[in-house]
């Protein structure tokens, strides 16, 4: 334990050390290797107050053993342990034993072994802001618990001033983004897809979070238009209600009033999901309307609730207005008009289009007796390129491969973005036979074409044609995402053809079996990426693993 004789100039490099910088994970850091050396080398935990779920969240930690960190990383107020009753009293407290501590802390106690236990409070501006726990492993640091309360005094002072360090530099980069977002769409008013594209991405950075979609409304049939998305999975867009009558879209353009869902007093209803199956717990949505003209909605979700402070929504708000006066300047041109069934982001026809399209083109092909053809593509492992290489070179691994099927194609072809990574391509006039080679060269183009940053991208694709797999579109559809899946069930990288209709004998097992079989494949699939996530340590505490990353110097670059 410190000495005495070496307090004071222990002290003053401790308060240099803290206010030596604005950044939290820094002033934490310092705070650690402070508690640690002044205790003679204690355990030690700090958490700040989340006073909207009760509870203490660990920021930092040094020593502890890991089931202890699981253990630690949220803590109710109302649990017994020793900053229950800091939270409470606002002193700090000790236990001298696990006999004398509360239920929580003597397990934690007994675990690591400890000496005795101090909490303190992280006390600003007579606000409590988070708490200290110490496990200290020489009883007679204890003597200095008032100490430590006074080096705790400055962790606050220090971690307060980075919090607001943190919210202003937040705040300043939003209203520049905010800026910039304004001057682009007044410079891209004619160009619906430029539009499109900087509000969703610019509502992503004001909300921070990955996913957002902005939806058109369609006067004629009363319906929405997805035009831009951003985060959704693909696989569960035909869960998103776009009816104008009963989606939670509809209801905001008729009341004309942003609304918040998933703040506690009610839960959001008819959307997709995020990227890996996640469920949606809190979404924003903000009405685009010019004068009188009603033109959509824009929504951004987070799959955790309480999600959007009010300062988001009116940053939200006020892109709102910018989008919704270049909206109408663009779809008050008529060249503009068509522009609003393509994909934002890839420059493909969208989901809704395809439908269209291939309601038409097989209307078509029954009246002349024509053959018809589908394929659908699915990007191999987009989850894990956006797990470690980031959610910009997903996009870019998206757009990649929507150049390569886009230039590949007739000009009569119509290829679609289907979902969040899938394309559907129709292929009018188009045989069995013709389908399997046209997706066969895709597939080599695709993987023989690497991306720049990310390299080797291959993909599935199911083929189903008409009449000789199916004589309707949904039973088309449907022998369509049973090749796909059964494409990436063998392994992906491959073309599969639906083992229906025609070719229903050629299986070596019956296709029902082996398309359910596939499917299921694909569920647990998701299932496991989504459980991954669930267990993965949050995002604010990642460095807590290594502890030794928080004593070392912080490296120049």
């Excluded at 026809?349 to 053809?373: G, I, T, V, Y």
């Excluded at 129709?426 to 013709?434: G, R, V, W």
């Amino acid at each position: 334990m410190t000495s005495e004789g070496n307090l004071l100039p222990r002290f003053l490099r401790l308060q240099k050390a803290l206010m030596s910088s604005l950044h939290l994970k820094d002033v934490l850091d310092a705070a650690l290797l402070a508690f640690g050396d002044m205790a003679g080398g204690a355990k030690v935990a700090i958490f700040l107050c989340d006073n909207e779920s009760m509870s203490f969240k660990l920021m930092a930690a040094k020593g502890y053993s890991d089931p202890s960190i699981d253990q630690m990383k949220v803590l109710p107020f109302a649990i017994e342990s020793l900053l229950k009753y800091v939270f409470q009293k606002r002193v700090a407290l000790t236990a001298p034993d696990a006999a004398s501590a509360p239920d929580f802390s003597a397990t934690i106690m007994k675990r690591e072994g400890s000496k005795g236990q101090i909490a303190l409070p992280l006390l600003a501006a007579n606000t409590l802001i988070g708490g200290v726990l110490i496990e200290v492993n020489n009883a007679q640091v204890l003597a200095v618990t008032e100490l430590l309360r006074a080096v705790a005094d400055l962790v606050a002072l220090a971690v307060s001033n980075s919090i607001a360090f943190g919210r202003a530099e937040y705040e300043r980069e939003r209203l520049n983004t905010l800026y910039k977002a304004t001057c682009a769409l007044n410079g891209s008013a004619m160009e619906m897809n430029n539009v499109l594209q900087t509000a969703a991405d610019t509502a992503l950075v004001l909300a921070n979070t990955p996913s957002c979609a902005i939806l058109l409304h369609d006067h004629s049939n009363d319906t929405f238009q997805l035009a831009a998305f951003k985060g959704l999975d693909g696989g569960s867009l035909t869960d998103f209600d776009m009816s104008g009558r009963t989606s939670l879209a509809g209801s905001i353009m008729r009341n004309g009033k942003t609304e918040h869902f998933g703040d506690g007093s009610r839960e959001p209803f008819g959307l997709p999901r995020g990227n890996g199956g996640l469920p949606f717990s809190s979404v924003v949505a903000v009405p685009l309307t010019h004068g009188d003209r009603k033109i959509g909605v824009m929504e951004v979700f987070s799959t955790a609730s309480r999600a959007f402070g009010r300062e988001q929504v009116d940053l939200l708000e006020a892109l709102a207005q910018q989008v919704s006066a270049s909206l109408h300047i663009a779809l008050s041109h008529e060249s503009s008009v068509s522009q609003a069934v393509v994909d934002a982001h890839t420059g493909l026809s969208n989901r809704w289009q395809f439908e269209a399209a291939l309601d038409k083109e097989m209307e078509r092909s029954q009246r002349k007796n024509h053959e018809l053809s589908v394929l659908m593509i699915d990007i191999d492992h987009l989850a894990q390129i956006n797990d470690h290489l980031g959610q910009s070179k997903g996009d870019e691994t998206i757009k990649h491969v929507a150049r390569i099927v886009k230039k590949a194609l007739r000009d009569i072809d119509i290829p679609c973005r289907y979902g969040g990574e899938e394309f559907a391509v129709i292929l009018p006039e188009t045989s069995h036979s013709d389908a399997l080679d046209v997706a066969e060269r895709l597939r080599q183009q695709v993987k023989n074409t690497p991306a720049t940053g990310i390299g080797l991208i291959t993909c599935s694709i199911g083929v189903a044609s008409y009449p000789d797999n199916a004589k309707d579109v949904h039973a088309l559809m449907r022998d369509l995402e049973q090749a796909v899946n059964v494409a990436k069930f063998e392994g992906r990288d491959r073309v599969k053809a639906a083992l229906t209709g025609k070719f229903a004998e050629h299986g070596p097992i019956a296709w029902d079996e082996l398309a359910n079989q596939a499917r299921m494949a694909v569920i647990s699939d998701r299932q496991s990426r989504l459980s991954s996530r669930l267990t993965t340590t949050p995002e604010y505490a990642t460095w807590l693993a290594k502890p030794s990353s928080l004593v070392g110097k912080k490296k120049s670059t």
